[in-house]
């Protein structure tokens, strides 16, 4: 039987662009390609995850206004089920406009957060949350995330925090979460260096943290186990979306390998999205598998 996850965040359309480099001030550039797709960490996570022969849903606001329809047909396409958490929404969707450079991969994004779009609890799909193997959160859906990763504990059903920047609300979150695998940008309330944020969620009882920091070795600390994992040195063309497609192969790998293994696994699918344009490119290449 598939494994199923659910991934609860934030759900966009995303606008990117490959330039040469970033405009600069009354700028006017002509791209060398672009992308229309589904976007939002937890969104990019599910497609990654689902990459893999897994059965992802996503909750996330969308509602009904006619751009939604760019989300719905991409996340028919790889049969990704969506639970709407405010499915009578009229606004448009959140937009991000992105520039991706292509000397260095490197990107520049401008977005609207969930802070645009907030939510009750009153759509979530709590009768089918005890069907999910893994839950994973990015942290953009506070009060509905609390719910589900409350739930998900009472459960036995793993608990992975996408933790891309530290968000108001989130520790309301950390206590139900196994695996927090955050970025060198997380930082929670008076933290100011990563031995600070180990000890800020080892306190909380997490048992598995890692910090990931680009091309630069993961740290992470399983069970009071301290050590690095090592990135694959590559020449990327555009690192837009690899925190997010890590997490999704993370949550994969997870269910079959030790914590350090299920880093470095994910470390190397990342890796390779490095090395194509976009946030889809890489599954063309990459066998689903592995």
């Given amino acids: 039987?598939?494994?199923?996850?659910?991934?609860?965040?934030?759900?966009?359309?995303?606008?990117?662009?490959?330039?040469?480099?970033?405009?600069q001030s009354n700028d006017k550039l002509v791209a060398n390609d672009y992308t229309i797709s589904a976007g939002g960490p937890?969104?990019?996570?599910?497609?990654?995850?689902?990459?893999?022969?897994?059965l992802p849903t996503i909750l996330g606001v969308m509602g009904c206004h006619p751009m939604t329809q760019i989300i719905c047909q991409e996340l028919q396409q790889y049969n990704i089920a969506l639970a709407d958490?405010?499915?009578?929404?009229?606004?448009?969707?959140?937009?991000?406009?992105?520039?991706?450079?292509?000397?260095?991969?490197?990107?520049?994004?401008?977005s609207i957060n969930a802070t645009k779009s907030p939510?009750?609890?009153d759509f979530l799909p709590l009768d089918r949350c005890q069907n999910f193997d893994i839950v994973l959160i990015d942290g953009h859906q506070i009060l509905p995330s609390v719910a589900i990763a409350q739930l998900a504990q009472s459960h036995q059903i793993p608990v992975v925090l996408d933790g891309g920047s530290w968000k108001p609300g989130l520790e309301e979150v950390l206590p139900f979460v196994n695996y927090a695998v955050c970025?060198?940008?997380?930082?929670?309330?008076?933290?100011?260096?990563?031995?600070?944020?180990?000890?800020?969620?080892?306190?909380?009882?997490?048992?598995?943290i890692a910090i990931t920091d680009g091309?630069?070795?993961?740290?992470?600390?399983?069970?009071?186990?301290?050590a690095t994992v090592?990135?694959?040195?590559?020449?990327p063309r555009d690192t837009l979306g690899a925190g997010d497609i890590f997490h999704g192969a993370f949550c994969h790998f997870i269910l079959q390998q030790d914590f350090p293994?299920?880093?470095?696994?994910?470390?190397?699918?990342a890796s390779h999205a490095c090395q194509q344009f976009g946030t889809r490119e890489w599954m063309k290449s990459l066998p689903a598998t592995l």
């Fill in 1 to 23: 039987m598939p494994t199923q996850g659910l991934f609860v965040g934030l759900v966009t359309i995303d606008l990117v662009y490959l330039t040469e480099n970033f405009p």
């Fill in 42 to 54: 937890a969104t990019n996570a599910a497609i990654a995850f689902r990459h893999f022969g897994n």
């Fill in 85 to 110: 958490l405010n499915p009578t929404r009229a606004e448009p969707p959140p937009v991000s406009s992105i520039i991706v450079t292509a000397g260095s991969g490197d990107r520049a994004v401008v």
């Fill in 119 to 121: 939510v009750s609890n």
């Fill in 183 to 208: 970025s060198a940008n997380f930082y929670p309330p008076e933290c100011d260096n990563r031995q600070e944020v180990f000890a800020y969620l080892e306190a909380i009882s997490i048992p598995h």
């Fill in 215 to 226: 091309a630069n070795p993961i740290q992470y600390l399983s069970n009071g186990d301290r």
């Fill in 230 to 235: 090592a990135v694959p040195q590559i020449n």
């Fill in 261 to 269: 293994t299920a880093l470095a696994s994910a470390a190397q699918i």
